[in-house]
């Protein structure tokens, strides 16, 4: 599983309401990523990171920030949750080798 | 941008069966990569292609790569109820800041 954890696993929220998700490895891996997962989407980038305060925009990244402070957390920030947003989240990380591996995911709901 | 595409997006087949999936990519890439999803679980990595002509292969799934085509196959041969899962592609751009763009999956299902 390429030490990949993420947290919380599920959450329920409500409109208007910030949220973060988080990302921890720990294999000292150098570029990690936020995807999100919807039917008929398949995953689509939101934001990736390639070293600590490195940070760069994916293709929906509108609503949403990170914040890399330390190698091993990436953080997703929704500063104020909308339905849109619910969605499954996973973060990736990229191997020795450069394979992207991906966390157990978070499902997030919005209501 | 990067535009990865499956084809077809839903696929049923019955048990014993061989069949291909497809994956084209809209402009030049350094690898591409093949993943299974289960329901509610995350992605498995199943095959790296890094190179044009490149074959892998696990069990009854092949994958290949002809980058002149742009073009990933991943074939299936004689399939098993176990192999039900959704299938998805993803390719490199390493010049885009390291990014990889995805398909949007194909979901299989093995019929006894």
């Known amino acids: 599983d390429a030490g990949i954890t993420q947290s919380p696993r599920h959450k329920v929220t409500e409109t208007g309401t910030p949220v973060t998700l988080r990302c921890h490895q720990t294999e000292n891996h150098r570029y990690m990523y936020w995807y999100r997962q919807d039917p008929g989407h398949g995953l689509r980038l939101i934001h990736y990171?390639?070293?600590?305060?490195?940070?760069d925009k994916g293709e929906v990244s509108d609503g949403y920030s990170v914040s890399r402070s330390k190698t091993e957390d990436f953080l997703l920030t929704l500063e104020s949750a909308t339905s849109s947003q619910t969605s499954v989240y996973f973060c990736a990380i990229r191997s020795r080798d450069s394979t992207p591996f991906f966390g157990p995911g978070t499902r997030l709901t919005v209501l | 941008e990067l535009k990865v595409e499956q084809n077809p997006l839903f696929l049923s087949m019955q048990e014993g069966k061989n069949y291909t999936i497809y994956c084209n990519y809209s402009t030049t890439s350094d690898r591409l990569y093949w993943y299974r999803q289960d329901p509610g679980k995350s992605l498995e990595s199943l095959f790296v292609l890094l190179s044009n002509g490149a074959v892998k292969q696990e069990g009854r799934l092949m994958a290949s790569l002809d980058t002149k085509a742009r073009l990933s196959t991943l074939h299936i041969t004689a399939a098993v109820h176990d192999l039900s899962a959704t299938y998805f592609c993803?390719?490199?751009?390493?010049?885009?800041?390291?990014?990889?763009?995805f398909g949007t999956g194909t979901s299989l299902t093995v019929i006894p």
């Open positions: 990171s390639y070293g600590v305060k490195d940070t």
């Open positions: 993803a390719v490199d751009r390493r010049n885009t800041g390291n990014q990889f763009y």
